[in-house]
């Protein structure tokens, strides 16, 4: 059974760093693409960053871009964000996906992954 654990949220200020982590059990984590979704309130679920399992190519959303690092440990099964820079308009509740079959076309999809954690709360407030 895969479950996808998410941790590392909580309240930071403004211009402050937060690591957030996905622990990934019940997988093959090397065949598997993984992805951060972020959802804040009153607003649709929007892609942050992703990672494939078949280039190791890691597009980012643009407000991500300079600030935001993904990267895939898979010895530990492990994908983790780390966030820099952080900014009020960064609180949502941050969650990890993977998917073994998306395409490098969806990769900023959340329609094509298929499994997904519970989902970490980051609040970026003074």
């Known amino acids: 059974q895969v479950q996808l654990v998410e941790s590392g949220g909580g309240l930071v200020q403004p211009g402050d760093s937060l690591r957030l982590s996905c622990a990934a059990s019940?997988?093959?984590?090397?065949?598997?693409?993984m992805a951060w979704f972020r959802q804040a309130p009153g607003k649709e679920r929007e892609f942050v960053a992703a990672?494939?399992?078949?280039?190791?190519?890691?597009p980012y959303a643009d407000f991500a871009k300079g600030r935001f690092t993904i990267s895939k440990d898979n010895v530990k099964k492990t994908v983790i964000l780390q966030m820099n820079s952080l900014k009020p308009e960064d609180t949502a509740v941050y969650s990890c996906a993977a998917s073994a079959t998306v395409l490098m076309s969806q990769l900023r999809s959340p329609s094509a992954y298929n499994y997904w954690g519970q989902g970490t709360q980051v609040t970026v407030s003074s």
């Open positions: 990672i494939s399992q078949r280039t190791g190519s890691t």
């Open positions: 019940g997988v093959t984590f090397t065949r598997y693409s």
